[in-house]
């Protein structure tokens, strides 16, 4: 019998995985780069296949140190916004529009900083699969863009990518 109920509590772990909400995002460039003017929006997708509660987000900035190892916890600003925003399966929604990237690096004209920024994003959301709003579990979405500001340039860090 126990091994029974085990059996079947992994299969609805399972099928709540399989269908839950799956939370990505990006950095997008509005690109009007012909006015002089560089501006970028913070989109996320739900890919999963139920609706996600986002809940928060947190954007961290700071200059890159050629020579040192990435930490994103060395980032040196920090802008946190809380939300109740649903995202549908497989939609998509702008958390920030319209961001000017060099106010975010004010550390960037120190002559002792590198010449590049890095751009780390942190989506708390829940899935609405199980569980009333307040015993849903929390899940965390995390990417990381490296920022050239002579450039304007962004790249994504993929092997920074965190999913939970």
């Not at 809380?82 to 958390?95: I, P, Q």
Request: proline share 4%.
């Amino acid at each position: 019998m126990r091994r029974q109920t085990t059996i079947l509590r992994n299969n609805v772990s399972a099928l709540i995985a399989s269908e839950r909400a799956w939370i990505d995002g990006e950095i997008v460039s509005k690109n009007l780069a012909l006015l002089g003017v560089y501006r970028y929006s913070l989109k996320i997708k739900n890919l999963g296949k139920t609706p996600a509660q986002v809940r928060s987000y947190q954007i961290n900035t700071g200059p890159l140190l050629e020579g040192n190892q990435f930490d994103r916890t060395r980032l040196s600003h920090q802008k946190t916004r809380s939300l109740h925003v649903f995202v549908g399966s497989e939609e998509d929604t702008t958390l920030e529009e319209d961001m000017d990237m060099d106010p975010m690096f004010p550390d960037m004209n120190d002559a002792n900083s590198g010449t590049t920024g890095a751009f780390c994003v942190t989506v708390k959301y829940a899935d609405i699969v199980t569980g009333t709003p307040e015993e849903r579990s929390e899940h965390e979405t995390s990417f990381i863009y490296v920022y050239t500001p002579l450039l304007h340039s962004l790249e994504r860090l993929s092997r920074y990518n965190k999913y939970t």
